[in-house]
């Protein structure tokens, strides 16, 4: 039982580049989620997926889109990066989206530098 | 709109000292509250949560919280750290529109 599973760990882009971050989760939990981490301002919510064939925008959803792929499978995608895109990506999964079974597993992150 | 504030960015403590982290939030819904600790190199993982009930909430290794009302607080404590703890301590809010706060790095002195 992997988890939340994230690829790549690290990736480095030049300014317009695109690039899909992937997601999985084995759990068989129905809400996934993408958040950003930048140093001194925690977590930000980026999309959110309730359910398989839902999505919605979270905190800071500009600049991304997102696929829910199935239920296992949650992907963000950079279209044209910028350097403020510059962060740390978290994926988490919950069984549903509402309490006591909203608590959050997350994946390892996403390292990733824009130039 | 919804948002958590922690105020202490970093904490030093020497091993056995009692710890205790703010968070105060502002949410318009149903409170759900929750502390989430990152270990260096680690990901994020529950420390405990808050849906309804006893306000004193008890979670792993020893950390509990209270959840008071009135202070719009979540405050988190331990009485006696260990050198392990050394993380980042996240608190949150919410439900799918979670809110995290900034985060307070604690460091633990053997």
């Known amino acids: 039982n992997a988890g939340v599973t994230q690829t790549p760990k690290f990736q480095v882009l030049k300014t317009g580049q695109s690039m899909t971050l992937q997601c999985a989760q084995d759990m068989n939990h129905n809400s996934m989620y993408w958040y950003r981490q930048d140093p001194g301002m925690g977590l930000r919510l980026i999309y959110y997926?309730?359910?398989?064939?839902?999505?919605d925008k979270g905190e800071v959803p500009n600049g991304y889109n997102v696929s829910r792929l199935n239920k296992r499978e949650f992907s963000l995608r950079l279209e044209s990066a910028a350097p403020s895109q510059t962060s740390v990506y978290f994926c988490?999964?919950?069984?549903?989206?509402?309490?006591?079974?909203?608590?959050?597993?997350f994946g390892p992150g996403t390292r990733l530098t824009v130039l | 709109a919804q948002s958590v504030s922690q105020h202490n960015h970093h904490v030093i403590l020497s091993e056995a000292a009692s710890l205790e982290l703010g968070c105060n939030y502002s949410?318009?819904?149903?409170?759900?509250l929750f502390w989430y600790v990152q270990y260096p190199g680690q990901h994020l993982q529950l420390l405990l949560k808050?849906?309804?009930?006893?306000?004193l909430v008890k979670g792993i290794k020893g950390f509990e919280a209270e959840f008071i009302k009135s202070k719009f607080s979540f405050n988190l404590r331990k009485p006696s750290v260990q050198w392990s703890d050394t993380a980042e301590y996240f608190c949150?809010?919410?439900?799918?529109?979670?809110?995290f706060g900034a985060g307070t790095r604690l460091t633990v002195k053997p």
């Open positions: 949410y318009g819904g149903t409170v759900n």
């Open positions: 988490a999964s919950s069984e549903y989206e509402v309490p006591p079974y909203n608590e959050q597993f």
């Open positions: 808050y849906f309804s009930g006893d306000p």
């Open positions: 997926s309730a359910s398989e064939g839902t999505t």
């Open positions: 949150a809010v919410g439900n799918n529109d979670m809110r």
